[in-house]
């Protein structure tokens, strides 16, 4: 139970703390050149600028800004960048961008030289002191280089998946000594069971699922976690960066395909009972939609509906800053934290759901792929 309120409390404060200390701030020193206030992010432009940014990775970790004596202030800490140069492997922390992201400010590491522009690292051509762009704002006289960052995301990844390895861990040795589950394990078995009698069981069927069973409480927990953790203050947007979607989609899309059983590839390559001439049509419609239709969709429902999610978030959050003057700041902080409040128990359903969706779609195609057609005609 010790695990269990420590994680409550940690889940309540993070809540709290949302409402009480988001700040938004700029997280580049290029606004103060243009304006007096410190950074801050007051119009609608800059809050939108900055919510578009907010959901982005990151190559460090800000918990929150302030400003003092006119200069804007970061709490966090740095994480190394890893970066694959024309001269080889370059790594450096991310501090030396100091909160940079406009490509002003340059590091130079092993003779080359590296800006940061819109969170992505660009090595700058051989002679070249500052970096140029054009009407587009894209670099002109630099390249990207392959990032291998750990990047906040990646930080996100890591520390849900020692903590659902620590969770589950207990749950298994307890299970080796009791038939019930004490403490935080009680909170976990239900969950666990849900996920193999209710998704794993019905979709994949009796005699497979078990095979499966792993695989898709992992997606479930790792999702899930993820989510709650994007609604705290830490700011973690992990399941809202398409890449990580992706790789979730891909990773069921192997499954399915490497399990797929005789039956599943003759019925979609070469489909009894019907004219041979329109089998090859088939075949191709049947191959976009296992290859590419299926997994696209997992990844972008998911990505789609996080994303959005964060956006309606920090947007009724900055109306305590783009209606100030019109409803004053009492009235437009109160109303900003009423909608936000709401919104965000919706958003605690959503990341339940978000992750059930992706979990059951995946049992769903799995059983399609391992289901004994013999057997179902």
């Not at 010790?2 to 020193?29: G, H, M, P, Y």
């Not at 492997?89 to 501090?95: A, D, E, G, I, K």
């Not at 999702?223 to 830490?234: C, F, Y």
């Not at 790789?247 to 019925?267: D, E, P, R």
Request: aromatic share 12%.
């Amino acid at each position: 139970m010790k695990v269990a309120q420590k994680t409550i409390k940690f889940l309540l404060i993070a809540a709290i703390t949302l409402f009480t200390t988001v700040n938004f701030a700029s997280e580049s020193d290029k606004k103060q050149d243009n304006q007096n206030d410190g950074g801050r992010v007051n119009t609608k432009t800059e809050v939108e600028d900055y919510i578009l940014h907010h959901i982005k990775d990151s190559h460090d970790f800000s918990l929150f800004s302030y400003t003092s004596n006119g200069e804007r202030k970061h709490v966090g800490f740095p994480l190394p960048v890893i970066l694959w140069t024309s001269e080889g492997l370059v790594t450096f922390m991310s501090s030396e961008f100091h909160h940079n992201d406009d490509g002003h400010v340059i590091v130079e590491k092993k003779g080359l030289k590296f800006a940061k522009v819109h969170s992505k690292i660009y090595e700058l051509d051989k002679g070249v002191s500052s970096i140029n762009f054009d009407e587009d704002h894209h670099p002109t006289n630099a390249h990207k280089v392959l990032d291998f960052s750990i990047t906040k995301s990646v930080v996100g990844i890591l520390l849900i998946g020692f903590l659902l390895l620590f969770w589950f861990s207990r749950l298994a040795k307890q299970y080796k000594t009791k038939q019930i589950p004490t403490g935080f394990a009680r909170v976990l078995e239900p969950l666990v069971l849900y996920v193999r009698d209710e998704i794993a069981r019905p979709n994949i069927g009796e005699k497979h699922y078990r095979k499966f069973t792993g695989y898709l409480l992992t997606v479930f927990f790792f999702i899930w976690v993820l989510n709650l953790a994007g609604l705290t203050p830490l700011g973690f947007n992990v399941t809202g960066q398409l890449a990580v979607t992706a790789c979730l989609a891909i990773f069921t899309l192997i499954i399915y395909s490497v399990s797929g059983t005789k039956g599943y590839w003759m019925h979609m390559l070469w489909m009894p009972g019907v004219p041979v001439l329109i089998r090859p049509v088939l075949a191709i419609i049947e191959l976009a939609g296992a290859l590419l239709i299926k997994p696209f969709s997992l990844l972008v429902r998911l990505f789609a509906n996080i994303s959005a999610g964060h956006i309606v978030v920090m947007s009724l959050i900055a109306i305590m800053f783009t209606l100030k003057e019109s409803l004053g700041v009492v009235g437009a902080t109160g109303l900003s934290f009423v909608l936000s409040f709401f919104i965000l128990l919706i958003e605690v359903l959503v990341a339940f759901l978000q992750a059930y969706i992706f979990t059951m779609l995946s049992a769903l195609f799995i059983g399609m792929a391992v289901e004994d057609h013999a057997e179902a005609h």
